[in-house]
């Protein structure tokens, strides 16, 4: 009888300790360019979606997918579903920065997008913005232990180093406006900055870089874009998983998985776990 009640007693601790923890993912998983060959998305995209279903997050964040990629990826992979809009128009033209989730952990309480640009509440492009951008939302609960949480997934200008900046400061501003019940944040996202850019400094001011408050528990390369160049070390790093307060990191790493010498993205996904 002893040792049945500790068997119950050791599963109901482990559940506990990982209903505590939710795992994401920021991905900026490469448009659809057909000039990219040999690495386009019909020779690299059965080999992301496995990698995606291997690490299996609570909620994962992609940058550049356009529709066709957000809806196979969701095809790929059972119990995950998504939201978010394209760039463009608010519809599913365009780039989007949609936000994935498992259904089977979190449940999506609210979600929406706003644009980084003066008028974040329409399809707008933001000071010298060569693009218009997009950040995509959601508030989710843990089924496992009914904590809430929020979860912000965005991607910067690759050109406008003003608009950069100010997206760094609307982001701040918008996490501050929608969290009326001072949850847990995440703001993920390629960002296109390097980490000593004003840009992440101000983002830094509120939030904290998971991958160096995760110190030692902190794996792989240095960088995050690999511009598909497999035979040369990945040093740049754009892509980020910053946190709350709420939040504490229990690990991190830059996922450098490939397949037959060949990455299944331009940029390597961060993974972070972290604890309520």
């Not at 504490?248 to 397949?259: E, F, G, Q, R, T």
Request: glycine share 8%.
């Amino acid at each position: 009888m002893k040792h049945i009640l500790l068997i119950l007693f050791s599963v109901g601790l482990m559940f506990h300790m990982q209903a505590q923890s939710i795992d994401v993912i920021s991905y900026n998983i490469r448009y659809d360019n057909p000039g990219d060959a040999p690495n386009h998305w019909d020779n690299r995209k059965d080999f992301l979606i496995s990698q995606l279903n291997f690490y299996r997050p609570d909620v994962f964040g992609v940058q550049e997918g356009l529709i066709h990629q957000v809806k196979e990826i969701e095809e790929g992979l059972e119990e995950y579903t998504y939201f978010g809009v394209g760039r463009d128009y608010g519809d599913e033209r365009g780039e989007h920065t949609a936000v994935f989730y498992n259904t089977k952990t979190v449940k999506l309480i609210e979600q929406s997008t706003f644009w980084l640009s003066l008028t974040p509440e329409k399809p707008s492009k933001g000071w010298d913005a060569a693009l218009p951008r997009t950040c995509t939302y959601g508030v989710f609960e843990n089924r496992a232990d009914g904590n809430r949480f929020m979860a912000f997934n965005t991607h910067f200008d690759h050109v406008g180093a003003q608009a950069r900046e100010e997206s760094s400061k609307l982001i701040l501003q918008k996490v501050k406006e929608l969290n009326t019940e001072d949850l847990p944040v995440v703001v993920m996202g390629d960002f296109n900055l390097e980490s000593d850019s004003k840009g992440v400094q101000v983002i830094l001011t509120e939030m904290t870089d998971a991958h160096i408050a995760a110190g030692t528990n902190a794996f792989g390369p240095r960088g995050t874009f690999n511009g598909f160049e497999f035979d040369k070390p990945v040093e740049r790093r754009i892509d980020y998983i910053f946190i709350s307060d709420g939040f504490k990191v229990l690990k991190s790493a830059i996922l450098s998985d490939s397949k037959d010498t060949r990455y299944p993205s331009d940029h390597l996904p961060v993974f972070a776990r972290l604890k309520y």
